[in-house]
């Protein structure tokens, strides 16, 4: 009885001890994880994984842009123009497949939004299904679950308390750290200060070669594929009948392809994107888009910093194309896609290679 006595009171200082920080962070919510901003102007911080489930929480919007870097330049104001959907970008670098699935999680717990574009990328189903990337900090779980345990673990925590200061620090001493921003519009583009060129790209490809990394055969197992497909893909659509969802596979360089192919993973990107066609081609709120083929694009280097990102000119295109419904995968057109790609593969010959 003594010992549980003296844990209950140390439960009891610590709560009492936690109140005053906790207390700010409700107050402040830095990652507006509760509310938009009322009584400083809003800010917004860089790291993707810890704001954007405050941005999902906090926005009003009816579209919802999920995805990779790939989709770090769509500017919601373009895409709000051309799909007339009051937008929210929530973007993360290098996101598993997994990590997709919680942030749409957010969205779909949120109730605010009737569509949702997703992003399709070959690497982002790699390895097992619950693989996240850990930042310095780690990735923060709590922030993309509900309930008391998650408030507390937000209100307590010395990184949100950190967060608030810098917040502080910007209102009553002019002072904006390096990791905020009050342009949402342009939070965490890239398209302003990269050099899109032909030489970048062949650059990414050198360095690639003897990275393994990059694309470690051992990460690519079909059952690896298949489990995310299942598991992170289709059960979120599956549980989600009331909400469009736009997939779209990102127009890589034909560099990248290629590189996928010289590890002998480019059979089973051609495999995995007939495996999701089969298992989404039945749902009526699914629509799929490959820019993959799109040889205009794809072989002009001139389009790419390096192997797979492209310029904001491409972000639009793809914006334009979902408009207009150009670039949807059917069951007519799937199997001509697919041998479009393999062919290109098949035939094109890397510069460096040559001699």
């Not at 939070?187 to 990269?194: D, G, I, K, R």
């Not at 690896?224 to 360089?253: C, G, M």
């Not at 089969?278 to 192997?307: P, S, W």
Request: charged letters at 25%.
């Amino acid at each position: 009885m003594r010992l549980k006595g003296f844990i209950f009171k140390v439960i009891l200082i610590t709560l009492i001890a936690l109140l005053p920080l906790s207390l700010i962070n409700y107050i402040i919510d830095p990652y507006q994880f509760y509310r938009k901003p009322v009584l400083y102007k809003p800010v917004y911080f860089n790291d993707q994984r810890y704001q954007n489930p405050g941005l999902a929480r906090s926005q009003d919007y009816s579209l919802a842009i999920v995805g990779t870097s790939m989709t770090d330049n769509f500017l919601p104001s373009y895409v709000e123009n051309k799909l007339d959907s009051k937008t929210v970008k929530l973007s993360m670098m290098g996101a598993s497949i997994y990590e997709e699935k919680l942030m749409v999680d957010v969205v779909s717990h949120a109730k605010k939004a009737n569509t949702v574009i997703l992003e399709l990328n070959y690497f982002s189903f790699r390895g097992d299904t619950g693989r996240v990337t850990e930042t310095g900090k780690g990735f923060p779980h709590y922030m993309y679950k509900n309930g008391l345990m998650s408030d507390l673990k937000y209100l307590c925590n010395p990184e949100t308390l950190l967060q608030s200061y810098h917040i502080l620090l910007r209102n009553y001493k002019g002072k904006m750290h390096y990791t905020m921003s009050e342009d949402l519009e342009k939070l965490n583009t890239w398209y302003y200060n990269s050099k899109f060129e032909k030489a970048n790209a062949m650059k990414d490809w050198n360095l690639a070669q003897n990275d393994l990394k990059r694309a470690d055969p051992a990460e690519f197992k079909w059952e690896y594929l298949r489990a995310n497909a299942d598991k992170n893909l289709v059960e979120v659509i599956k549980r989600n009948p009331d909400v469009e969802f736009i997939l779209f596979y990102p127009p890589f360089s034909i560099l990248a392809h290629k590189f996928l192919d010289s590890r002998n993973l480019f059979d089973d990107e051609i495999r995995l994107k007939r495996y999701i066609y089969a298992r989404c081609k039945d749902f009526r709120n699914v629509k799929i888009f490959d820019f993959q083929d799109i040889e205009g694009i794809t072989h002009n280097l001139d389009n790419y910093r390096d192997m797979t990102h492209y310029s904001i000119e491409i972000n639009e295109y793809i914006i334009d194309s979902i408009a207009r419904g150009e670039n949807a995968i059917t069951e007519d057109n799937m199997e001509e896609k697919l041998k479009n790609l393999a062919e290109q593969v098949e035939s094109y010959v890397v510069e460096s290679a040559r001699s």
